[in-house]
């Protein structure tokens, strides 16, 4: 199990395929098993970095405070270890948003920036309250909790897709993969991070071409927030190099709902 030491925590990392190195930020929930419907498929013309950030996965998990910063700063460090100058950076979900903000803190280290379910630059009160929500609910029941898997499920994903596929099912494999991947405490502040969340004022320095994608039923990180947040349409149209994709019919989980369409819109994204 190949691992980089950054300082006093271990990170666990994987390659697949070949070409340019196409880095993949894990989310608040899965880490890098958010990429599962992409990574195959995306690894036959690239190079694919899946990696599990501090506190997730198959990472180590130290008892600190975690924030957008921590997380940018390991992700750097990750690259000079493997001897990586440039890649092209994707975030999904919570990754989307340590994305923007490593391409805001290291513009020189990304080569194209690809953002989504969660391209977010301030979250609006009823994102904070959403989050604030997660927070609560993991502090009473735990991660793993079936009561924490209902919430996010009604988060995650549109209305059609949770009345398409069985209830049993869905909240077996969200108590799994957030079991897997998050203690409660590391949750909790990951919650708190993408609250603290506000790089409005630094857009203007990701100077990457980027690929914003979201679900028009995302009501988690949506297209358009209110007055007080920034959100996906707000960062497609204040980046210097910006291309929107919106996937109709979709929530928040696009990379699950629209699979081929995600990948197929990244891959024409890249090789453009």
């Known amino acids: 199990m190949p691992k980089v030491s950054i300082g006093e925590v271990d ?24 990429y599962a419907t992409i990574t195959p498929r995306l690894s036959e013309h690239y190079r694919v970095l899946d990696y599990d950030h501090r506190g997730y996965g198959l990472s180590n998990r130290p008892e600190q405070q975690y924030t957008l910063s921590t997380w940018s700063d390991d992700l750097v460090a ?17 990754g989307s948003f340590i994305a ?48 924490l898997a209902r919430e996010l499920l009604t988060k995650a994903f549109s209305r059609a897709y949770l009345d398409s596929i069985s209830e049993d099912a869905l909240l077996a494999d969200m108590r799994d993969v957030t079991a897997r991947n998050v203690e409660t405490d590391v949750f909790i502040d990951a919650c708190q991070a993408m609250i603290d969340t506000d790089v409005t004022t630094s857009l203007d320095q990701v ?66």
Request: charged share 20%; glycine share 12%; aromatic share 8%.
């Open 11 to 34: 990170l666990w990392y994987e390659f697949n395929g070949a070409g340019e190195t196409v880095i993949q930020v894990g989310g608040a929930v899965s880490a890098h098993e958010g």
């Open 78 to 94: 990750l690259m000079d270890a493997l001897g990586l100058e440039k890649a092209h950076i994707h975030g999904g979900s919570m």
């Open 100 to 147: 923007i903000n490593f391409a805001a803190m290291y513009s020189e280290r990304v080569e194209k920036l690809l953002l989504g379910a969660g391209a977010v630059a301030r979250c609006d009160e009823m994102a904070k309250l959403h989050f604030r929500v997660w927070q609560d609910v993991a502090s009473a029941y735990g991660v793993a909790s079936e009561e």
């Open 207 to 272: 100077t990457a071409p980027t690929l914003v994608m979201v679900g028009s039923e995302d009501i988690l990180t949506p297209l358009d927030m209110g007055p007080e947040g920034a959100g996906a349409r707000y960062v497609a149209e204040h980046l210097a190099q910006a291309e929107l994709a919106i996937f109709e019919g979709s929530g928040h989980g696009h990379y699950i709902e629209r699979p081929e369409d995600s990948i197929d819109t990244i891959l024409r994204f890249l090789q453009a």
